[in-house]
């Protein structure tokens, strides 16, 4: 079955908006390398407020239960922020070494997409 995931984002950082948005860039290659080399990440979008400094990050996954695709789109989405050095320091107990980038989760949410 294919979910979608949804992140809100807060992004901490002393960057001004252009370098910024180079980072974000940085983030949506990433998932998108992996979306190549993964049969069950489908499709995925990013979008940004940057003088809001938040980030909105979508997932599609196919999946058997709705645990297993937040699961799987939450260890995509941090793989994808860890790979341009920046951190994800509230995301689970063992914190990641604080970057220049910090994305602090706000809020998600998973649910089952309808197939046609």
Not at 8 to 27: C, Y
Not at 50 to 56: D, I, Q
Not at 92 to 106: S, T, Y
């Amino acid at each position: 079955m294919m979910y979608e995931l949804h992140l809100g984002l807060s992004v901490s950082t002393p960057e001004d908006d252009a370098t910024l948005s180079t980072h974000l860039e940085e983030v949506a290659e990433a998932l998108a390398a992996q979306e190549l080399g993964n049969e069950a990440l489908l499709d995925f979008s990013l979008g940004a407020d940057l003088a809001a400094r938040t980030v909105e990050i979508e997932v599609t996954v196919d999946a058997s239960s709705p645990e297993q695709a937040a699961a799987e789109g939450f260890s995509w989405i941090r793989a994808a922020i860890h790979a341009t050095g920046a951190s994800t320091p509230n995301w689970e107990a063992a914190p990641v070494a604080a970057g220049l980038v910090e994305f602090r989760l706000d809020r998600a949410s998973t649910k089952p997409l309808i197939e046609a």
